[in-house]
T-cell receptor
Framework: GAGVSQSPRYKVAKRGQDVALRCDPI?????LFWYQQALGQGPEFLTY????????KSGLPSDRFFAERPEGSVSTLKIQRTQQEDSAVYLC?????????????????????FGPGTRLTVL | DAKTTQPNSMESNEEEPVHLPCNHS???????IHWYRQLPSQGPEYVIH???SNVNNRMASLAIAEDRKSSTLILHRATLRDAAVYYC?????????????FGQGTELSVKP
């Protein structure tokens, strides 16, 4: 039973370099989220996919950040021309539909399953 | 999204109960209360959630105040493995988006 996997686990980049971070969600999970976690802080939302559609990218800090999920499964977060302030742990999470509803019951959020993260260090 | 307030850190002894408080005085009637925790060097993991009634699962219990302006996550017998940062998060049941909005959380340390 594989959980969410991310690769690489660690990445060191020189300032100005482009990087690509990969996320393999749990099979069958429709929703996929990317978060950024700076040292000593809680994770912050970057972007959200439902299948292959990117429904929310309001958290992407600049146009240097780009995410895709072309076949509705694996996702890649790309950062162009990396800067030192991009140094952080990048977390990916997946879930079934964001919300589910029983036949007569209320809507309920499905839990998000997180990967171990990719620690990016920009020198 | 409504804001939550948690103590920065708490200490516990192994095998004793732990009560982790969360204040959410501006909670709306449609906000669920969720708890996630993050063990060192790992991604966050779901712990429990509730709306109005107290909830129990294999990991913890969630006690929600009658006015819903505060809640408490209860670990009945802390183990060394429970040392983590615990996040209290509000999520609108009317679904204003799936993202989790984390605060600073409470860093729980467990002494043997």
């Amino acid at each position: 039973g594989a959980g969410v996997s991310q690769s690489p686990r660690y990445k060191v980049a020189k300032r100005g370099q482009d990087v690509a971070l990969r996320c393999d969600p749990i099979s069958g999970h429709v929703s996929l989220f990317w978060y950024q976690q700076a040292l000593g802080q809680g994770p912050e939302f970057l972007t959200y996919f439902q299948n292959e559609a990117q429904l929310d990218k309001s958290g992407l800090p600049s146009d240097r950040f780009f995410a895709e999920r072309p076949e509705g499964s694996v996702s890649t977060l790309k950062i162009q021309r990396t800067q030192q302030e991009d140094s952080a742990v990048y977390l990916c999470a997946s879930s079934l539909e964001v919300v589910s509803r029983t036949l007569k019951g209320p809507r309920s959020y499905n839990e998000q399953f997180f990967g171990p993260g990719t620690r990016l260090t920009v020198l | 999204d409504a804001k939550t307030t948690q103590p920065n850190s708490m200490e516990s002894n192994e095998e004793e109960p732990v009560h982790l408080p969360c204040n959410h005085s501006t909670i709306s009637g449609t906000d669920y209360i969720h708890w996630y925790r993050q063990l060192p060097s790992q991604g966050p993991e779901y712990v429990i959630h509730g709306l109005t009634s107290n909830v129990n699962n294999r990991m913890a219990s969630l006690a929600i105040a009658e006015d819903r302006k505060s809640s408490t996550l209860i670990l009945h017998r802390a183990t060394l493995r429970d040392a983590a940062v615990y996040y209290c998060i509000l999520r609108d049941v009317n679904f204003k988006g799936g993202k989790l909005i984390f605060g600073q959380g409470t860093e729980l340390s467990v002494k043997p």
